[in-house]
């Protein structure tokens, strides 16, 4: 069984660019979260997709997209990117019918110069 | 709006050491409190769930506690070793899906 899956691993951008990254939920989960980590910080929420529709949002700029598709996959884009909005950008992937338990993807580190 | 905060944000011990990690949130009208290992550059491993309506949970060498009314969570670790060495989190959901974590306490158990 396949846990969470994330790509890409690593990505470098420009200021001023998009970037999408993208996130495979556990089998069995239909809820996804992303969060934003900086470096010696907890984790931050950004938003929770769940029935492809976004359910609940952090306090993240509009910059800051996502999508859910039929098969709970997500997606996560970010606009005119900042150098602030470098981080390690985390997937979680949970189901509400069992103890909104979450579990995590290796993360995808992204730079941006 | 939940606040949740972990202290000591940094410990290092020898091998061997009984050692506890704290975790404190503001709003205790939580579901579940989730403790969670990260190594340098990883994802987040979870290590315990404890429900609201328990009062602890253990695998192996670790043990968690849960007390809601005083807005508290302890991770114990007993006889620790060198592998234990990461950041430990813990995160608190707020109005079910809103997660909200602590920034970690790093560990570093020497040989």
């Known amino acids: 069984d396949a846990g969470v899956t994330q790509s890409p691993t690593h990505l470098i951008k420009t200021r001023g660019q998009q970037v999408t990254l993208r996130c495979s939920p556990k089998s069995g989960h239909d809820t996804v979260s992303w969060y934003q980590q900086a470096l010696g910080q907890g984790p931050q929420f950004i938003f929770q997709y769940y029935e492809e529709e976004e359910r609940q949002r952090g306090n993240f700029p509009d910059r800051f997209s996502g999508h859910q598709f039929p098969n709970y996959s997500s997606e996560l884009n970010v606009n005119a990117l900042l150098l602030g909005d470098s981080a390690l950008y985390l997937c979680a992937s949970s189901s509400d019918r069992a103890s909104y338990e979450q579990y995590f993807g290796p993360g995808t580190r992204l730079t941006v110069t | 709006k939940q606040e949740v905060t972990q202290i000591p944000a940094a410990l290092s011990v020898p091998e061997g050491e009984n050692l506890v990690l704290n975790c404190s949130f503001t709003?205790?009208?939580?579901?579940?409190l989730q403790w969670f290992r990260q190594d340098p550059g990883k994802g987040l491993t979870s290590l315990l769930l404890?429900?609201?309506?328990?009062r602890e949970q253990t695998s192996g060498r670790l043990n968690a506690s849960l007390d809601k009314s005083s807005g508290r969570s302890t991770l114990y670790i007993a006889a620790s070793q060198p592998g234990d060495s990461a950041t430990y989190l813990c995160?608190?959901?707020?109005?079910?899906?809103?997660?909200?974590f602590g920034s970690g306490t790093k560990l570093n158990v020497k040989p």
């Open positions: 709003d205790s009208a939580i579901y579940n």
């Open positions: 995160a608190v959901p707020y109005n079910f899906n809103k997660f909200y």
């Open positions: 404890i429900q609201s309506s328990q």
